[in-house]
């Protein structure tokens, strides 16, 4: 008896599947000889397969779109046969990836996806090779005993989903639980019982988030007061259904909603029966099968600002047509081109070039690479389709589509306008001549005839003649024009600090170089300053306008008063030199300074001797200046009357009133612009203060009232501190007094008891006797 | 002596009030308000006794006294009077004066403006420190309060054990006098008896 041979494989069916993910639920995708040891009819490799090429979840099975049919296209022709590869890039399996490459040059072939005859087709007996990659079968109702069994093998293994381990680990973890509510029963039945049990404080560095809830409230402690409920009437608790609490269920709504449609439709249908069986189509389905792809539009090849300058261009030509007079003899020399003639007919959104198949060219062109024989045989190379993409990019190329620019083209200028070229027609097939179509030719003043091109190219000899006449005109302009001067200058650099540097036996650090420069450029602006008026050195103030009316009015002067006139002169220009009102004077040397320097010094010297004697000290002097530099200063005054200043002395009575009354005046108004100031300051400081001040009184307030309060305090501590001590003194008195109280009537008592024992006695015997 | 935490005050309440009556009236009329008045000052108040500060006291006293208005005659500028109108001289005076004025009320922009500025920043301090004052103050009353709390426990504990035991004094001692007056009564009883006894016991 021969075993009989078995082979694995063939059509996946559903039980096989479910039994297959939930395999791998439990086992892993690694696994997989025990995920097929659970399906008796496949291998553990086709199990493998199944999943992956088929079952894994993220496998994509939507219809291919455009960009990844392209890239599918590409990257076969990149890497030829290296499905497992690029698959990934596309986001496919390999064997969908196969699968849809031989589609898709099926389809550039232009014949059926699978024939009759094609080898691919799988003959009565054959295994399907691709089996995993189909989908499931449906199950039979009556299914085969063996895979009854195999499904409840199954079910009961898989079942079972927890090894060793998870299920003691899961134990443990209910004993835990179970314990932890063991010991929270019995904390609540002791704190019932009024037994607070310390809860123990976990330690924790970190911190504890459920100790502290953030505006917590706490429910108000005491049993809950029933009163304040809404209580529920019994009647109406038993009126309730189910539905009024949970609403109408879903299936019911959805039933109400389609029977409410229904009889919309059937309205719709009395009135309006197109209207209605299109809604019915909608309904049912019944849409275009084909999905529309993305609708890619292409740039705008004018601009909006193009078309606003169109616009302007337009308006001056209009602007000169209006200051022309019409009937001169210039009137022929404008024309009106503002309207574009025929522009209704223009205009229309021309129909964009249909973008070419590149897709089917690609398969095209790859099945004629597949197709060429052996290089041996020599001969043309394959040819190839164009635009069909290249090698040149991992991604394949896409084309631009442009809207073909109708408007704005030049007539005469090549043939730019490309209009609908239909889909086999290459670029240079197009037709150079405008059409009807293309833009309409706006010549007004019939500068270019019917097929005009004389301006491209001369071709007869009058042309030719313009075209010389233009040039010499041109010629002749240009020659009026200077001769270009060649002439240059050429300077040598001077090169001698160079050479001087070169001469040094060290080199000194560009740092140093640079302190030297410093230093250099510090001691010229010394001297610069130094060279400056004694003013301006001191950084004196200046005077705000410089006095042209110094020189004495007199024609006739002696020497003094012309040496006079003359320092005043030199003053003058002094002061008009600092202030910067005339240019520079001629600097003078250090010499000159010095010189000028020693005269003064020896023409003071002289003046002091002559005027204050040996004796007087420099602090004296300056003290004598001082006085009669104030008491010339007080002399001037600014005379209201004549508008200048003059010595107070000559002026009258009259205009001292005047001018003082003026300044007064004058005063008096800086006063109330001040006191205004000053006022709304004070406003604004008592706003901004306000509150401070308040806030201070009342502390000072409460700070009396404390005082006062403390004041008291210690009186009361010092009285009842006496009064302890009075008490302590007291007690003991007191105890002292009852205790003697009771001593007493203790030794009374003895006596008496003594007594009654003498009277007892004695009243006995008297009895015996 | 009493022990208020033991003995029943209310009972010598009137007791208490009568002898503070008589104590009071020994200074005095009680309701009088400065019942010190007789007695002399102390040296550090005598210098409220000049005729100013009487003055003002008095003022205050009778609450007619206003401190005095901000004074702003420094900020006037006077022109010269009606009758020194033409005279120079009277009107540099007045210019003078003027400058003056004007250099004061410089002065006064210049301490707003420095009001403006750092105004904010004293108050706040200023305000700081009168709580900071106010604080310590409140921390020293509720200290003797304390102090005065603790003393009263104390007196209340002392006085509370030793009333206990006067308490079981007294009991005793009543229970003594009772149990002798009883003791007392049957020895007479039985003295009384005792004659008759015997002269019964004769006739027997």
Same mark, same amino acid.
């Given at each position: ?120 087709? %799988? ?32 079910? =009961? ?205 690609? =398969? ?216 910067? %009102? ?114 201070? =009184? ?40 009852? =205790? ?30 | ?204």
């Amino acid at each position: 008896m021969s075993a009989r041979i078995f082979i694995k494989g063939g059509v996946w069916k559903n039980t096989e599947d479910e039994i297959l993910k939930a395999a791998v639920m439990k086992y892993g995708p690694n696994q997989w000889d025990r995920v097929a040891s659970l399906l008796h009819r496949k291998s553990a490799a086709q199990c493998k397969r199944r999943w992956y090429e088929w079952l894994d979840p993220s496998i994509k099975k939507t219809e291919w779109s455009r960009e990844e049919e392209e890239k599918l296209l590409h990257l076969a022709k990149l890497m030829p046969t290296q499905w497992m590869t690029f698959a990934p890039m596309i986001g496919r399996t390999a064997s969908q990836c196969l699968e849809h490459y031989e589609k898709l040059l099926d389809q550039a072939q232009g014949s059926e996806p699978i024939g009759q005859d094609d080898p691919r087709r %799988l003959r009565p007996g054959e295994i399907d090779p691709m089996a995993h990659t189909r989908p499931a079968r449906p199950d039979p109702i009556d299914m085969d005993e063996d895979e009854k069994e195999m499904l409840s093998e199954a079910r =009961a293994r898989l079942a079972n989903t927890q090894g060793k381990k998870a299920k003691r680990k899961a134990r443990e973890r209910q004993l835990i639980e179970a314990k932890r509510l063991a010991r929270l029963q019995k904390r609540r039945e002791m704190r019932a019982a009024g037994i607070e049990l310390k809860q123990r404080k976990r330690r924790s560095k970190m911190l504890d988030y459920n100790a502290e809830i953030p505006f917590q409230k706490l429910a108000p402690k005491g049993f809950h007061d029933p009163s304040e409920d809404d209580a529920i009437k019994l009647d109406n608790l038993r009126l309730r259904r189910r539905k009024d609490v949970e609403g109408m269920s879903k299936q019911a709504m959805e039933e109400k909603a389609r029977r409410e449609d229904e009889k919309k439709l059937e309205e719709l249908k009395k009135k309006n029966l197109p209207a209605a069986l299109m809604k019915l189509n909608q309904i049912k389905g019944d849409e275009p099968q084909r999905k529309r792809s993305k609708l890619v539009l292409p740039a705008p090849q004018v601009s909006d600002e193009e078309l606003e300058e169109l616009v302007k261009l337009g308006q001056t030509g209009v602007d000169a047509l209006a200051t022309m007079d019409e009937s001169g003899p210039t009137g022929a020399l404008l024309q009106d081109y503002r309207e574009t003639p025929s522009i209704s007919q223009a205009a229309r959104t021309p129909k964009a070039p249909q973008g070419e198949d590149n897709l089917l060219k690609e =398969a095209k062109n790859i099945i004629a690479l597949q197709q060429t024989g052996s290089v041996l045989e020599g001969g043309e190379n394959t040819p190839l389709h164009d635009g069909g993409g290249s090698f040149s990019g991992v991604t394949p190329q896409r084309a631009q589509t442009a809207t073909p620019n109708r408007v704005l083209s030049t007539p005469y200028r090549g043939a730019t306008v490309q209009h609908t070229p239909s889909r086999h027609q290459t670029p240079a097939a197009t037709p150079a001549t405008p059409d009807e179509a293309s833009t309409p030719l706006r010549d007004k003043l019939g500068i270019n005839r019917e097929k005009d091109s004389r301006l491209l190219t001369p071709s007869t000899k009058e042309d030719r003649e313009r075209q010389r006449d233009i040039k010499a005109s041109l010629r002749d302009g240009l020659a009026s024009l200077p001769q270009p001067k060649r002439d240059y200058e050429i300077v040598v650099p001077e090169i001698e600090d160079e050479e001087e540097r070169t001469d040094m036996d060290i080199e000194k650090d560009a740092a140093e170089v640079d302190e030297e420069e410093e230093e250099r450029k510090r001691l010229i602006a010394e001297k610069e300053f130094k060279r400056q008026s004694q003013a301006l050195q001191r950084g004196l103030a200046l005077p705000s306008s410089v006095n042209e009316d110094v020189f004495t009015a007199r024609q006739k002067l002696d020497d003094l008063q012309a040496a006079d006139e003359q320092i005043k002169q030199e003053m003058l220009n002094l002061l008009k030199q600092d202030k910067s %009102l005339i240019k520079q004077l001629e600097k003078p040397t250090d010499e000159e300074m010095a010189a000028a320097r020693a005269a003064l010094d020896e023409e003071i010297a002289a003046v002091r001797k002559e005027k204050h004697g040996d004796a007087a000290t420099d602090e004296s002097i300056a003290d004598e200046y001082m006085q009669s530099w104030q008491r010339m200063h007080e002399d001037v005054t600014f005379v209201a009357g004549k508008k200048r200043y003059g010595r107070t002395s000559l002026c009258s009575k009259q205009d001292l009133v005047d001018t003082r009354e003026l300044e007064h005046k004058r005063l008096v108004g800086f006063m109330t612009k001040d006191f205004k100031k000053a006022a709304k300051m004070e406003k604004k400081l008592l706003i901004a203060l306000g509150g401070y001040q308040k806030r201070a =009184a009342a502390i000072r307030k409460s700070i009396a009232a404390l005082g006062e309060q403390l004041e008291q305090a210690r009186l009361q501590k010092k009285a009842f501190e006496v009064m302890r001590l009075n008490e302590l003194k007291i007690i003991p008195e007191r105890r002292q007094q009852l =205790a003697t109280d009771v001593d007493a009537e203790e030794k009374r008592q003895t006596e008496l008891q003594a007594r009654y024992r003498q009277l007892a006695v004695n009243s006995s015997a008297a009895q015996q006797q | 002596m009493a022990l208020p935490y033991v003995d029943d005050i209310e009972a010598s309440r009137e007791q208490v009030n009568a002898l503070l009556a008589e104590e009071m009236g020994s200074m005095g009329k009680p309701s009088q308000k400065q019942y010190l008045s007789h007695l002399p000052l102390p040296k550090a108040f005598q210098f409220e006794r000049t005729s100013m500060v009487k003055h003002h006291l008095q003022e205050m006293e009778e609450g007619s006294y206003k401190s005095p208005e901000f004074d702003t005659y420094r900020y006037d500028l006077p022109a010269p009077s009606q009758a020194l109108k033409n005279d120079p001289e009277a009107w540099k005076e007045s210019v003078k004066n003027a400058y003056a004025q004007l250099e004061h009320q410089r002065n006064r922009i210049d301490n707003l403006e420095l009001m403006t500025q750092f105004g904010g920043q004293k108050w706040t301090r200023y305000v700081e420190q009168l709580q900071a004052l106010q604080n310590r103050l409140q921390a020293a009353l509720d200290a003797i309060n304390q102090d005065m709390e603790d003393i009263n426990w104390q007196r209340q504990n002392e006085q509370q054990a030793a009333g206990q035991e006067f308490y079981q004094l007294e009991v005793r001692w009543g229970e003594l006098v009772a149990a002798n007056y009883q003791l007392e009564t049957i020895c007479r009883a039985i003295e009384q008896q005792q004659p008759q006894q015997e002269e019964a016991a004769k006739e027997e």
